[in-house]
């Protein structure tokens, strides 16, 4: 079985900065492209930033500029460092991974989500 688990949410300021963490574990043989989502409420999910395994990135228009997405593979962990955050960022942020297990099964997992608010 395989876990994501995101961390570094919270409370922060408009224009402040947080950086979320999203930690895979279990019977892990590879992890290929691993994204991090959003969802406000009332409005749908969207991808806001990915990251190959070799280190290609992409990210949403809105966050250019402002997010960073990273990734070390030794920890099977991915990174979203958020900086100059506003408002409009509120949500709900989750970790996306496409995992291969040890057993060859390949899946697309789901952490359970950290809450990211930007309030004065």
């Known amino acids: 079985q395989v876990q994501l688990v995101e961390s570094g949410g919270g409370l922060v300021q408009p224009g402040g900065s947080l950086r979320l963490s999203c930690a895979a574990s279990?019977?892990?043989?590879?992890?290929?492209?691993m994204g991090w989502y959003r969802q406000a409420p009332g409005k749908q999910r969207e991808l806001v930033a990915a990251i190959t395994r070799t280190g290609s990135t992409n990210y949403v228009d809105s966050v250019k500029g402002r997010f960073t997405v990273s990734r070390d593979n030794a920890k099977n962990t991915a990174y979203l460092q958020m900086s100059s955050l506003n408002v409009e960022d509120t949500a709900v942020y989750y970790c996306?991974?496409?995992?291969?297990?040890?057993?060859?099964?390949?899946?697309?997992?789901w952490g359970q989500g950290t809450q990211v608010i930007v309030s004065s």
């Open positions: 996306n991974a496409d995992i291969v297990e040890i057993s060859g099964q390949r899946e697309m997992y």
């Open positions: 279990g019977m892990i043989f590879s992890i290929y492209a």
